[in-house]
């Protein structure tokens, strides 16, 4: 029996899962641990954490093998502007191109009149140009001046005495020769300086968004590498001895030392998580399309899951501004590594409710986090937000909340949404009920984005749930869009962690190579995917895993000549014939339309995988008596308020089947089944809801549905 550890920081919330897993892959026992986050030291609140659950389960800290860790750090040093300094060296002549950025702007700000350009990620007078040049092909065309260069950067390490260094050369994804030369000069003048190549962070074409790549490593990179190494010193000095592992962007886990080359990578490890524990309930439960949904504290996401394969993206923004709590599209700053595709907005359990200045009620994306909380946690928030709304609608039991570990306070929530209440008119529990709509509205929009603006029909998808605040949201949602089915998994509130014990361990590389397909030469194309083969081999066979048991996928972008952008396909073995052939199928596919133009290869992607064992929970047990009520309490819904009875998913066993209005409590999260709505219980524990027509016309609950007016 092995344990492994899955810790998933969130703004709100931090939890930890313990799964002991037999030979061959079993999932024995699963404890979990839900404790508030701490902001000023995030690694106090894994420990902690850390702690709880090896108590609960009996474990000794030693007897852990695994340890896998998700982290917002990255993303939130980015959104907050709190990373280090950051100077930027590049190539003469080159030294604007972060203050020129991209022409464009977002669709939303197409049509201000007030628009203001977003500030360059490094100030101009950070920047220090070299002289060298690198041809397209790797050629060098002006050696490396190395007097220069340490004229220049001993001034800039004089001036700058706490900024990281991030270089970028013209051209050097083709030849990092300048580069290394470079980072061997600021070794020389300043061992300590942290120093962020190109050429290393991610070697891509493209100035910009490999500039931007390179100095947002370099941005977050001493954070993110004095973090990690501050937790493994924690956690080694509770006992346990695992090395530490962290969820990448593109949902594949890293090994620290990954981490430590390519920290900009960790920029969507939070959010990755979800989807890849959305994809493993549909991989056990036999569902192959699937919208993923996780509800914290502080936001939501949505990703898709398209016949069982999470989408990634190769190129996306960060640091943009967000409009009514959505990030909006092409804003901020482009980074250029493989991340999941998905859609985040600003509104969850935390997420403060408002009137604006028009006399619209608003919710996010400003959120009252874990300190001070929502008003009803009693810890000095006075704001209210969706987690008090939630509370005086009923959903949410204050005696139960976290398992009765954390009491919450019914009154102080009513007292926060008294004044909001007041602005609008209303009595107290409307105004908690257009808290609880407007944040579906909110979080509905992630879903759009991801689907009906991608061309996917949501209705051919099932929801998956996850996140503690998911559950009193879900069934709404796919009411919204008119998705059939929703899965809430065993455990929601805890399934971003999860979700990193479900991940495989995962290595990307890129190369970049303009070719025409006429004449590519099979046996270079080879050479250059051995390359990163080995490479990768290399980082994966460090982490302890036997080569001769991973999975290599090769990738290769290819485009019409003279087009700009590049579309993603597979490739099988070497055959580049059949890479030309399947990327006129997708380019048809995708715009309706084929061209006679040649074809040309660009980029070359090589993911190395190494799979680890999944948790699962099987059980042959059935049930053989309804579903215990444990309780009733007034819950509100549309008719109004409803004597609705109180379920505990301990109870629950597979055959269970729950009609609606219902509420089902655990310690990490509470499902709402609405009217009309019914409940079943799969052999996987997974509660999967569906409006009653769908599921066979189930009747609604016995319970009596009133209409009286909302107090």
Known sequence: MTTALGIDIGGTFTDVVLIGQADGGRT?????????????DPATGVLDGVAEVLATAGRAPAEVSRAVHATTLAANLILERKGGPVAYVTTAGFGDILVIGNERKGDAQKYDLFYTKQDPIVPRYRTVEVTERMAADGSVVTPLDETQARTALAAL???????????????????????????????????????????EVWPEYRELPRACTTVMSAYVGPTISGYITALEAGLATQGVGSGLQIMGSSGGILSSATVAKRPVQLVESGPAA???????????????????????????????VRNGEVAIAHEFYVGGPASAGMKQINTGYPLQIPVIDLAEVGAGGGSVARVDEGGALRVGPDSAGAVPGPACYGRGGTQPTVTDADLVLGYLNPDYFLGGRMPIDRARAEAALAGLAEAMGRSVTAAAAGIHEVANATMAGAIRVVTLERGIDPREFTLVASGGAAGCHVASLAEEFGIPTVVVPAHPGVGSALGLLAADVVTDHVRTRVIPATDADPEAVEALYGEMEDDAAAEIGAEGFDLDHVVIQREIDVRYRHQAHELTVPLTGNDLAEAAAAFGRRYRELYGIASGDPVEFVNYRVRVIATVPKPDWPTTEVAAAPPPVHSRRRAYFNAGPVDTPVHRRVDLRPGHRINGPAIIEEPSSTTVVPPTWCGTVDRHLSLQLSAAVNAGGASVSSAEVTTTPSS
């Open 28 to 40: 024995g026992d699963i404890h979990t641990a839900k404790v508030l986050t701490t902001p000023d």
């Open 157 to 199: 390490l004089e001036r700058e005495p706490t900024a990281a260094i991030a270089v970028c050369f013209l051209h050097a994804y083709a030849n990092d020769h300048h580069e290394r030369q470079v980072a061997d000069l600021v070794a020389e003048l300043d061992p300590a300086r942290y120093v962020a190549l190109s050429s």
């Open 274 to 304: 979800g989807v890849m524990a959305a994809a493993h309930i549909g991989r056990i439960s036999g569902i192959h399309n699937l919208i993923s949904f996780d509800m914290g504290g502080t936001t939501a996401k949505a990703g898709v």
